[in-house]
């Protein structure tokens, strides 16, 4: 990720040394596109659509903004 309110020259988190698993500061997926959405000035907790009478979500109820990276 660059531009866009990301701070400049970031490198978040670290792998392990044959890169194969999360070593420090793990982002799940959905806290990743929360991240996205809100760049985009999408509030993700409202983007919902409806299937077969229920309301459902892109980031599902666990996606959090990562802040840290958010310049």
């Not at 907790?45 to 840290?68: A, P």
């Amino acid at each position: 990720m660059a531009g866009g309110g990301i701070k400049p020259g970031l490198s978040y988190g670290a792998s392990d040394e044959l890169g194969m698993s999360v070593a420090e500061k793990p982002v799940h997926v959905h806290d990743f596109q929360a991240t996205l959405l809100h760049l985009l000035g999408i509030d993700h907790k409202r983007l919902t659509f409806r299937f077969q009478g229920r309301d459902f979500r892109l980031t599902d109820v666990h996606g959090e903004v990562v802040t840290d990276v958010l310049a």
